[in-house]
C-alpha cells in the first residue's frame, strides 16, 4: 500500500509540474557511454493507435515493419516498455513507450528542445528521490527529480521573473 502511495504522489506531481513546466518534463536514463535523456515532446508524433500497433507486434530482437506517419516502425520489447524506431523520420528516430499508472500510453522523444550539460544531469540524478528530491536550481530553472521504474524523471519550470540568458 505504501508504495502505491508514493506512486500516486510520483504521478500527480509529474501532472502538476508539467501545468507550470514549459513543456520539459525529461527522462533520465544511464546507460554505458552516459546518460539517455528522453524528451515528452519531439517532432516524431505517432498516433496512441499506431504506437499500440508497434508495440503490440514489438519483440526483444524487433518486431514487424508497421507504418506509421513517419514511415516504418519497428518495436523492440525492453523490460519496462518498449523502443519504437523510426528510421525513416527527419529527426527523433526513436521513441521510449510505457503506460502511466492509468494505463495511458506515455511517448518519450530523443530528441527534444532541453539540453543539458552531463555536470546538470549528474546533480538532477544524485538528486532524486521515490517521492522527489529536493527542489534544485538550474540556471532559468528549478528542476524536481523522482525516482521511477524507467529512470529518473525530471520535472523542469521556469522560475518566475527570470528570462532566459
Same mark, same amino acid.
Given at each position: 500500500?505504501?508504495?502505491?502511495?508514493?506512486?500516486?504522489?510520483?504521478?500527480?506531481?509529474?501532472?502538476?509540474?508539467?501545468?507550470?513546466?514549459?513543456?520539459?518534463?525529461?527522462?533520465?536514463?544511464?546507460?554505458?557511454?552516459?546518460?539517455?535523456? +528522453? *524528451?515528452? @515532446? $519531439?517532432?516524431?508524433?505517432? /498516433? !496512441?493507435?499506431?504506437?499500440? =500497433?508497434?508495440?503490440? &507486434? %514489438?519483440? #526483444?530482437?524487433?518486431?514487424?515493419?508497421?507504418?506509421?506517419?513517419?514511415?516504418?516502425?519497428?518495436?523492440?520489447?525492453?523490460?519496462?516498455?518498449?523502443?519504437?524506431?523510426?528510421?525513416?523520420?527527419?529527426?527523433?528516430?526513436?521513441?521510449?513507450?510505457?503506460?502511466?499508472?492509468?494505463?495511458?500510453?506515455?511517448? +518519450? *522523444?530523443? @530528441? $527534444?528542445?532541453?539540453?543539458? /550539460? !552531463?555536470?546538470?544531469?549528474? =546533480?538532477?540524478?544524485? &538528486? %532524486?528521490? #521515490?517521492?522527489?528530491?529536493?527542489?534544485?536550481?538550474?540556471?532559468?530553472?528549478?528542476?524536481?527529480?523522482?525516482?521511477?521504474?524507467?529512470?529518473?524523471?525530471?520535472?523542469?519550470?521556469?522560475?518566475?521573473?527570470?528570462?532566459?540568458?
Amino acid at each position: 500500500m505504501k508504495a502505491l502511495r508514493r506512486f500516486a504522489a510520483v504521478a500527480a506531481c509529474l501532472c502538476a509540474g508539467t501545468l507550470h513546466a514549459e513543456d520539459n518534463v525529461l527522462l533520465i536514463q544511464t546507460g554505458p557511454q552516459g546518460f539517455i535523456v +528522453w *524528451h515528452t @515532446e $519531439g517532432k516524431s508524433r505517432i /498516433s !496512441d493507435d499506431e504506437a499500440l =500497433e508497434v508495440m503490440a &507486434s %514489438a519483440r #526483444p530482437g524487433g518486431g514487424e515493419e508497421v507504418m506509421t506517419a513517419h514511415g516504418p516502425a519497428r518495436g523492440y520489447e525492453l523490460p519496462a516498455g518498449v523502443l519504437i524506431r523510426l528510421p525513416e523520420a527527419k529527426s527523433d528516430k526513436a521513441l521510449l513507450v510505457d503506460r502511466d499508472a492509468c494505463g495511458h500510453i506515455q511517448m +518519450w *522523444h530523443a @530528441e $527534444g528542445e532541453t539540453q543539458l /550539460s !552531463d555536470g546538470e544531469l549528474t =546533480e538532477i540524478v544524485m &538528486s %532524486a528521490l #521515490p517521492e522527489g528530491g529536493k527542489r534544485l536550481t538550474l540556471g532559468n530553472r528549478y528542476v524536481k527529480a523522482f525516482v521511477t521504474p524507467l529512470g529518473i524523471t525530471a520535472t523542469l519550470w521556469k522560475i518566475p521573473g527570470k528570462t532566459t540568458p
